[in-house]
């Protein structure tokens, strides 16, 4: 379990970063919380409510490949949380780690947007993930990776990713 390197995926709000922790500290690995290494035009971007595309996210997966490799390299575990909505995201970030796996926690719009208009301090305002649900392109079946239901306990999604 310690040399896996996971990316804990899905929309803004759906939990990436609680479980990405609890999954690290249970692995015994590093954390790397992936809205940490958007430049600061992305989080400029939005905060004032407009969506990132594809240009916008390129560096940022860029920087997070570059974690993700260097871990691989060292023979380290790894949890990164990212959003990775794409495909062509994830196949950008398994560049880093052929290996690499991905845990999409997933659930209802409505719970999400309830989640996210009850933190404080983040600059993803809940007008923005209408966007993301629209461009979710889910885990395809050739992809090494887990999906996983947001109304369980983390604790247990947790457990399901471990197991």
């Given at each position: 379990?310690?040399?896996?390197?996971?990316?804990?995926?899905?929309?803004?709000?759906?939990?990436?970063?609680?479980?990405?922790?609890?999954?690290?500290?249970?692995?015994?690995?590093?954390?790397?919380?992936?809205d940490q290494y958007?430049?600061?035009?992305?989080?400029?971007?939005?905060?004032?409510?407009?969506?990132?595309?594809?240009?916008?996210?390129?560096?940022?997966?860029?920087?997070?490949?570059?974690?993700?490799?260097?871990?691989?390299?060292?023979g380290e575990g790894?949890?990164?949380?990212?959003?990775?909505?794409?495909?062509?995201?994830?196949?950008?970030?398994?560049?880093?780690?052929?290996?690499?796996?991905?845990?999409?926690?997933?659930?209802?719009q409505e719970l999400?947007?309830?989640?996210?208009?009850?933190?404080?301090?983040?600059?993803?305002?809940?007008?923005?993930?209408?966007?993301?649900?629209?461009?979710?392109?889910?885990?395809?079946?050739?992809?090494?990776?887990?999906?996983?239901?947001?109304?369980?306990?983390?604790?247990?999604?947790?457990?399901?990713?471990?197991?």
């Amino acid at each position: 379990m310690q040399s896996i390197r996971w990316v804990v995926m899905g929309v803004s709000g759906c939990g990436k970063s609680t479980v990405g922790q609890a999954l690290a500290a249970a692995n015994g690995v590093p954390f790397v919380e992936g809205d940490q290494y958007h430049p600061p035009a992305n989080v400029a971007k939005m905060s004032a409510g407009l969506p990132l595309d594809d240009n916008d996210r390129a560096d940022w997966l860029l920087a997070l490949q570059a974690q993700i490799k260097a871990a691989r390299l060292r023979g380290e575990g790894l949890v990164i949380s990212c959003s990775s909505l794409k495909r062509r995201y994830r196949d950008l970030l398994r560049q880093g780690d052929p290996a690499l796996r991905f845990a999409h926690l997933d659930g209802p719009q409505e719970l999400i947007s309830a989640r996210m208009q009850a933190r404080v301090g983040h600059y993803m305002p809940p007008s923005l993930l209408e966007s993301q649900f629209r461009d979710l392109e889910p885990l395809q079946d050739d992809e090494a990776g887990i999906t996983l239901d947001i109304e369980t306990p983390p604790e247990d999604l947790v457990t399901q990713i471990r197991a």
